[in-house]
């Protein structure tokens, strides 16, 4: 007990207050502690997002907490009785600083462990009799979380990477700098919580170490093929099975046959290099932000890095102080949202508390989840009566605007030419925002950087030259350019139904039924798949797990109903499409003359889903048969040698 009280003396300055506050209530059934003068409020992007409270409240927090706390750590969840749906949303309110609409409750309540909530599948799986084998591509994130629930439901698989590694993403981008900027708290799988997070925004390498981590503790290992790159797939109606053609490293081919495909690509596995004149004659070093070289030198040398996006936004702060001359071409400025956490470790007491405090890891992840989800929506939205000519969309739009600009002209100072070519032109949220702790400015204002923002014209064997004439020398040239976001099943083919194609069927502009079914491709699921994305509100692995619990329960009604296939209804799946379109015209990133990669070339929004998440999470909790075609068939069995 005296250990504990010790330790919650050191944990309190780490502790997240109003989910301190909160996992007490919620424990010892004490209302009485959510007070109003301990009632968080969030001002967006804030200094402090541990719910500003006044010195003095946060002693008289510690005092009231102080007996309660020891006597709570390390007990089990089920000791606590579920407070009643009342208290519950007391709980919820106050922790959010804010009322949260109703439909909250059954996301919130599954969050905190308090339906049930395990890492077994809910899903029955196929009885032994039936083979049914699932063929799965890439073992990122969204394939490694396939994995995991297809091995607990019982279903063969097969996980193929095209790497030498597992990771996708955290294995592809391992450039200086690389960190996830969600919350590490919240970008991990709701399953397998991590309470060891190094940083508030862990490195790249500690998040493919969590990846390792999964497969080896799920046991993935043996059914994961790396270096190995899907090719084609064709469905054989007939057989009501896929037949998809692997090819290794060593160049051979191998055909596996397969009753569900499903793609674990993600949106970001294709780099993007632009074309530009003269590249090819670069006498440097050139590479793209994903495919970083090490064999690369880049100290006392010239270096130009092309982009400012997620990718070189973090690079360029890591490199800024290793090369000689940093030229930085920017085509359009991004919002930046000040984040003190940034570069963050995590405090022993957060630990702690994380470990050993039920509920308190429940509720710091729902509030992580809440200000980034509905928190921020409003700001996001276009108000059709609001003038302003400054870029903004609405009157929410234009307070965030006009904060983050005050921010940026502190931290310019004395460096006024500077604050033009940082504000963007565009609205808020139409293109991601970058977080920051300041040290992107303060990189900027570095004596050996240069911000560039007139167009690049052409690439000499030295140098880059910019449309007004200027040269500027380069030795090596990083492209933070981007990806290849609506292309991302290519070059590999899929033909479906009747042979059509999907790449020629979704022709640059691909559309999915929830992001997940295609319409005359029958057991073909994507996870992360088109218009799934998240531009503010969220974390990617978050719409993955809605996504595969939907593909398991899809794989049930194929079990239930047995049947070969199901595909989604073409007019169920234009209307949904249709409800998508309409409602991302409304957002930040769908603002005509706004330009991302979340719009495909004809201009529409390909990539983004536009609703809140909770609504993501209600309509993959089942899938509902009404919706689907199915191939009302006896499955087929796939051999055992064929996966
Ligand atoms: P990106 O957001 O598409 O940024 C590409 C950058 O290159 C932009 O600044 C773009 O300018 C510029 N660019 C493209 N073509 C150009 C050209 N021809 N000339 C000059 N500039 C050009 O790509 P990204 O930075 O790789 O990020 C992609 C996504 O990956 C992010 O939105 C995020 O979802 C994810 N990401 C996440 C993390 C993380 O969690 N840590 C890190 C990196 C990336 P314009 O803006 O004018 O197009």
Redesign the pocket.
Known sequence: MLAERAWFDLAFSDAHLPCLIVAVAHMTGRMDLLRDEWRPSYPPYSETQAGNLPATEQVNVANALRDLVPKLIGRPLSDFPRPDSQSLKQLMHFVAGQRIPDRYIPLLLEELGLNQHSDESTFAGPPTARDFKVLVIGAGMSGILAGVKLKQTGYSYQIIERNDDIGGTWHA?NYPG?????QNHLYGYSFHPNYDWPDHFSTQDALKDYFRDIVDHYGLRNNIQLRTSFEVAHYDESAGVWRARLVGADGKSEEVTANAIISAVGQ?NRPKI?P?AGQEFFKGAQMH??AWRNDVELAGKDVAV?????????VIPAIAGVARRLTV????A?WVAPTPDYHRAVGEGQKWLLKSLPFYANWYRFWLFWTMTEGTMPTLRHDPNWRAKDGSISAPNQRIRNALIEKMQDQVGERTDLLQKIIPKSPFGG??TLRDDGLWIATLKRDNVELVTEK?REITPWSVVTADGTERRAEVIIY????EASRFLEPARIFGRGGEELTALWAGDPRAYLGITVPGFPNFFCIYGPNT?LVAQGSIVFISECAVHYIMGALELLRERRAAALEPRPEITDAYNARVDEENAKMAWGMPGV???YKSASGRVSQNWPFPLADYWQVTRRPDPADFIFTEAELPAVGAKDL
């Open positions: 981008n690389c960190r996830v900027d969600t970001l632009p530009i932000s994903a092309v982009g400012t996006g997620a990718s070189a936004f973090q071409f920017q085509r359009t991004p293109k991601r690049i933070g350019t981007g990806f994305n330009t991302n990669w």
